[in-house]
Each structure stands twice: as structure tokens, then as C-alpha cells.
């Protein structure tokens, strides 16, 4: 059975940095992309960043660039983003899942985690 579930999330003051993970388990992660999304209150779910099986591709959203960073451990069946600078519209309950790279781009993936709530807030 996939299980993706995510943490790290919390409360955090504008500038700030948070590092959340998401582990893996029932299936392979190194065969898969993984990616995170973000749903912020009212607004549309939106793809952050994903990172491929191999590693070494990454995409991030223009809002989020040079201020997040993806990383996996293959051997840790874990994936991690690393958020800096945060800032108040960043927060938002944030989402691993995984699809092939060229789907989490997209903005699809086959598999979730139920999320884990970031906020930042002075």
C-alpha cells in the first residue's frame, strides 16, 4: 500500500525557514519523481517543486525559486523541502506526491500524503 506522509510543517515568522519531509512507504521511491504541492486557504492547489527519480532534474515554481530547495534520500525513502525566506504567502497545507516527472510538472500525481500545514506569521 502507498503511504506518503508528510512533516516538518508549523509556525514560523516571516523570514524564517522550515524543512519538511515526506516518507515513503510500499513501493520503490527511487522509481519515481516526487513532487511538492501547496493548498493555501480559498485559493487553488498549486505545484511548488519536484525533483526526478534520478535526482537530477529539479523544477520549482517562479515563486518559490531561490528561496526552496528539493532533495531526496533514496535510501531513506525520504524527499525533503527546504524553505527559506518564508514569507506570509507561503503559507498554505503543503503535499508530497508521486507520478512520473513530466506529470508533477504538470500539476498531476497519482499519489498523495494528506499534508502538513505551514504557517507564517509574524
Known amino acids: 500500500q502507498v503511504q506518503l506522509v508528510e512533516s516538518g510543517g508549523g509556525l514560523v515568522q516571516p523570514g524564517g525557514s522550515l524543512r519538511l519531509s515526506c516518507a515513503a512507504s510500499?513501493?520503490?521511491?527511487?522509481?519515481?519523481?516526487i513532487g511538492w504541492f501547496r493548498q493555501a486557504p480559498g485559493k487553488e492547489r498549486e505545484g511548488v517543486s519536484c525533483i526526478s527519480s534520478s535526482g537530477n532534474h529539479t523544477y520549482y515554481a517562479d515563486s518559490v525559486k531561490g528561496r526552496f530547495t528539493i532533495s531526496r534520500d533514496n535510501a531513506k525513502a525520504t524527499v525533503y523541502l527546504q524553505m527559506n525566506s518564508l514569507k506570509p504567502e507561503d503559507t498554505a497545507v503543503y503535499y508530497c506526491?508521486?507520478?512520473?516527472?513530466?506529470?508533477?510538472?504538470?500539476?498531476?500525481?497519482?499519489?498523495w500524503g494528506k499534508g502538513t500545514l505551514v504557517t507564517v506569521s509574524s
Open positions: 506526491a508521486i507520478d512520473a516527472y513530466v506529470n508533477l510538472v504538470a500539476g498531476l500525481a497519482a499519489y
Open positions: 510500499g513501493f520503490t521511491l527511487d522509481y519515481y519523481a
